[in-house]
């Protein structure tokens, strides 16, 4: 069982920058893969950006070139650090795991871009 906990959202104006945070149970460098979604209203969910734990990274092709996830093994923490933020990022952030064919979602954490 892996809980993850996100922080870090909240409001930013347009060309902004904020760093979300999810922080995870247990080991993440034994989580094969991590990821974060985001959900805006009235849309699904959708994949942000995720990172394995051999180090492959993909990214949303809305997202590519102002976002970066990375990972810190020694805190347990995947980070998604989110730059020139658009109105039409604005959403709710989830992170998730993926482990031994289990998926677990924290609880989110609100962005919105605004000016």
């Known amino acids: 069982q892996v809980q993850l906990v996100e922080s870090g959202g909240g409001s930013v104006q347009p060309g902004g920058s904020l760093r979300l945070s999810c922080a995870a149970s247990?080991?993440?460098?034994?989580?094969?893969?991590m990821s974060w979604y985001r959900q805006a209203p009235g849309n699904q969910r959708e994949l942000v950006a995720y990172i394995t734990s051999g180090g492959n990274i993909n990214y949303a092709e809305s997202v590519k070139g102002r976002f970066t996830i990375s990972a810190d093994n020694a805190d347990n923490t995947v980070y998604l650090h989110m730059n020139s933020l658009k109105p039409e990022d604005t959403a709710v952030y989830y992170c998730?795991?993926?482990?031994?064919?289990?998926?677990?979602w924290g609880q989110g954490t609100q962005v919105t871009v605004s000016s």
């Open positions: 247990q080991s993440i460098s034994r989580i094969p893969m």
């Open positions: 998730r795991a993926l482990l031994n064919l289990r998926i677990y």
